[in-house]
């Protein structure tokens, strides 16, 4: 319907036009928010499905998964997931974050912010992983997990005082900010190594010396290596390296004293793999006691 003197179309005519449209874009919305809606609700389905290792069980998914293992974790983890000096022990059937299998699936994915859990494919060692090699990665650390003995291996409050008391391990190792400096700190060490691997760490102390400063431009961190120095005044200090490089060592004595020194000012630099720790045999410390000792470790180092 037009007006003949103006020639432009009636008002009228153009409301009744728009209505419809108006009507036409509404039910388009609504129809996009309701398939919108339809598809977040799939997708959290297909999320929630992935709770549970679509691989679990899988003996050739587990050998592919030792693979990964090994190429991407076994250099903080160990070989056979037993723990090294970075990373805890994987073969613990109760892990202090993976309390599920897509809770491990995340943590191997985005990493562990605050600690030395790189996310998937950004620690500079390995490669990054699809979905479906982490997926075997979590069969493999499933497949050789151990279950905890029926019985503990001692009795953790007896050992929390032998700790602090006649074994005299709080002279030079700290838990929970209570005790010396000179050793490593052991608050997490019952959750990061095995049994066996802490009970070796006694009686032979210098097998294996632990690991101390990290920093995320060490591919290794620094070792608690004896060290023994004369400055150019001829005074002696011997104690455990904290830090060093080509130029400068940190180091503290057995008072716990700190000192920062440049190699080319000093008499003499010698360093050791002879641990400052005393063996502790059988005669210093006996079984049944160690393995309280151990007992309590482990159950600081599992909260």
Known sequence: ?????????????GLANWLPAKRSLISTGRWFSTTLLAIMVATTVALAADDHNPLAGDPKAAKAGEYEFRINCALCHGLGARGGGRGPDLTRAQKKHATSDAVMFQIINSGIP?????????????????????????????????????????????????FYGDANCSLCHMISGKGGR?????????????????????????????????????????????????????????????????????????????????????????????????????????????GDVVAYLINVGGK
């Not at 998937?120 to 069969?139: A, F, H, R």
């Not at 499933?142 to 005082?161: C, F, L, N, Q, Y």
């Not at 097998?207 to 005074?235: D, H, I, M, S």
């Open 114 to 162: 605050g600690t030395a859990m790189p996310a998937n494919g950004t620690n500079g060692q390995g490669v990054g992983m699809t979905d479906q090699e982490i997926w075997e990665l979590i069969t493999y650390i499933r497949s050789v997990e151990v279950k905890a003995p029926a019985k503990p291996i001692g009795d953790a409050t007896h050992g929390k005082e032998l």
């Open 182 to 290: 000179l050793g490593p700190e052991l608050t997490s060490v019952g959750g990061n190594r095995t049994v066996e691997a802490i009970l070796d760490s006694v009686r032979n102390p210098s097998r294996r010396l632990a690991w101390g400063l990290t920093e995320p431009t060490k591919e290794f961190a620094q070792e608690y290596e004896t060290v023994t120095v004369v400055t150019v005044n001829g005074k002696e200090i011997k104690g455990v390296i904290l830090n060093e490089d080509h130029f400068s060592v940190q180091m503290m004595d057995t008072n716990e004293q700190i000192y920062l020194l440049e190699k080319d000012k000093l008499r003499s630099f010698q360093k050791s793999r002879e641990s400052m720790m005393p063996k502790y045999d059988a005669a210093v410390l006996n079984d049944k006691d160690l």
């Open 1 to 13: 319907m037009k007006n003949v003197a103006s020639g432009k179309a009636s008002p009228l005519l």
